[in-house]
């Protein structure tokens, strides 16, 4: 596979704020782990398929191809969504350019048919003998040799994780996955997988109004050599600004589900994303750009794969790999909106399992 140079320095963005819709600093590159090489700004490819309503399989592959021209290297998938329909589409899409690309996707959950025979999560399964089976689904649907970045989706309280990682550690040694990954794990669980073998990437939610891994997650991606992913780094759209309520969404939207969106909740969160707007204004930029580049100013392994249907909000999402904030202004965005200001849960009585 081609790999991208990485840049010279701590990784961080040197530029300025730049107009929305720029392609900016897309050929910005971070490291992920000893071996993988990605753009800045990756894609998360679920809501073309899953959860947010889905999209127009054609609009969705002409995104992925202007992600592809945008220097954008780095796409995130899952078997799950879907489930499996967004894995067939990745791989379609960006078969042309497998050699320019680096593919993630994840295992974790079990998958079946219920009564009326829909198939849908039904729990999490890490067993090794599942691993290995959704390694050679997946490899099968993305019509690939090898999966460049494989993570378990979801950690799996009946299986030890050093036997899920064992079998992944396999994989690698069969030649049909590059690199491992974990998701929403803990730090103690980072640790005893990156035991049995090398982890190149966490991917958890981080965002200015979810921070949970602050502190000892990334401080554990830092020491071991991690590189962290986060993912809904725009507060799965409500930081952008455009989400005012819940009639904004689909019918078959999840975020309908979510607490942080209920009617009351979204119109108390309201006002901090008004004042992220205003910050955002001042510096040229949009408050979907302005949220992005707080999370990438957080640190130079950090790589944030957001979420885009529509190609002129991916072009926005690329060119905030240039906007450079001040020490400051960093403080003043993390303080203005802390988690604790907003109105909410992250999730309700279903459990962090079956989301993302």
């Known amino acids: 596979m081609t790999q991208h140079h990485q840049n010279a320095g701590n990784g961080r963005p040197e ?51 202007r992600a592809v021209e945008l220097g954008v290297t780095f796409f995130d998938t899952a078997e799950v969504y879907g489930p499996f329909e967004n894995e067939i589409l990745v791989g379609k899409a960006l078969k042309p350019y497998r050699d320019k690309v680096v593919i993630a996707t994840k295992f974790g959950f079990r998958i079946d048919k219920g009564k009326a025979g829909v198939e849908a999560m039904s729990g999490v399964d890490s067993r090794p003998e599942h691993v290995r089976e959704v390694a050679e689904a ?7 040799e090898v999966i460049d970045l494989f993570y378990q989706h979801r950690v799996d309280p009946q299986v030890p994780i050093e036997e899920t990682v064992g079998a992944m550690a396999e994989l690698v040694k069969q030649g049909k996955v590059r690199a491992l990954g974990l998701s929403e794990a803990s730090a103690d669980i980072v640790r005893r997988a990156h035991a049995v073998h090398p982890i190149s990437a966490l991917q958890s939610e981080y965002s200015l109004w979810t921070r949970d891994p602050e502190g000892e997650i990334l401080d554990t991606c830092r020491e071991l050599g991690i590189g962290f992913v986060p993912f809904s780094p725009l507060g799965r759209g409500f930081l952008t600004g455009k989400i005012q309520k ?54 130079d392994f950090i790589v944030p794969i957001p979420g885009a249907r529509r190609i002129e909000h991916l072009e926005q999402n690329v060119a905030a790999a240039g906007i450079s904030l001040s020490p400051q202004e960093l403080e003043t965005l993390g303080d203005m909106l802390a988690p604790a200001k907003f109105s909410g849960q992250r999730y309700g009585n279903a459990g962090a399992w079956v989301r993302k």
């Open 246 to 299: 819940p009639e904004d969404f689909g019918e078959n939207d999840f975020r309908r589900t979510l607490p942080r969106f209920s009617p009351e909740n979204m119109a108390a969160n309201a006002a901090l994303v008004k004042m992220l707007e205003e910050m955002a204004a001042d510096k040229g930029v949009t408050a979907a750009q302005l949220a992005l580049a707080w999370v990438l100013n957080q640190a």
């Open 138 to 144: 997946s490899l099968k649907r993305l019509g690939v």
């Open 15 to 65: 530029h300025g704020g730049r107009p929305a819709g720029t392609d900016g600093n897309a050929s910005r590159t971070r490291k992920l782990g000893p071996h993988l090489t990605v753009s800045t700004v990756g894609l998360g490819c679920m809501g073309m398929s899953h959860a947010y309503g889905g999209q127009d399989e054609r609009e969705s592959v002409r995104t992925l191809h």
